[in-house]
């Protein structure tokens, strides 16, 4: 199968998006001031979690000094080590090999049709 048939055919289930989606960074900011504390806090776990950029991480974290700096005391430190932990461990060692997973999906469209 050629790499235009795997794209026609994840783009035809609708799995793969033509474009990729993209974090708007700067409306992330604009937003901070209204997200409470607790929300900033899982977006940072979030952040962390998945292994996206870590510029929200960083942005996030830059609110919640700057709140605290005004005199705010949630105990970010705290919240944020207690929901990490809550978080499953995410183990890739035995999940399957892309090859397999493709041929998987394959079958299941020719099997559909």
Known sequence: MTNKELEDFFLDDGLLDEEP??????????????????KLCEMIV???????????????????????AEGDLFAFEVYIEQISKEMPVLDLSGSPDIRTILNQAMSRKIDAK
Do not use: W
């Open 46 to 68: 979030c952040d962390r979690y998945f292994g996206f950029e870590h510029k929200i991480s960083t942005i996030c974290m830059e609110e919640l000094a700057r709140r605290r």
């Open 21 to 38: 989606v993209q974090l708007d960074i700067d409306q992330i900011k604009a937003n901070l001031p209204q997200y409470g504390n607790q």
